[in-house]
């Protein structure tokens, strides 16, 4: 299984981006994709996951600005985020869990100016 992450960029607070994620090889109908981030200093943290039965979950700091959404004929999750902040600046990580096994991407980083 490969995930191919893309989208990032820099954008000014308040601005919006979006990312894309793609998920290559043997995938199964049921799994979960979802996106975690990393800032500088701090630990990897969820932000948003979707499950291939339609079923989303936010961290709460990003309730209201960020959606997840996905393509399961694709095999493809997204990231819409709006009213960014320059404290969503991070390297953003798009995963897939697959029954107990986790499959990771390249990051893409996103800057948010103040």
């Known amino acids: 299984v490969q995930l191919q992450a893309s989208g990032g960029g820099l954008v000014q607070a308040g601005g919006s981006l979006r990312l894309s994620c793609a998920a290559s090889?043997?995938?199964?109908?049921?799994?979960?994709l979802g996106w975690y981030r990393q800032a500088p200093g701090k630990q990897r943290e969820l932000v948003a996951t979707a499950t291939s039965s339609g079923i989303a979950n936010y961290v709460d700091s990003v309730k209201g600005r960020f959606t997840i959404d996905r393509d399961n004929v694709k095999n493809t999750v997204y990231l819409q985020m709006n009213s960014l902040k320059p404290e969503d600046t991070a390297v953003y990580y798009c995963n897939i869990k697959i029954a107990s096994s986790y499959y990771w991407g390249q990051g893409t980083q996103v800057t948010v100016s103040s």
């Open positions: 090889g043997i995938i199964p109908r049921v799994n979960t």
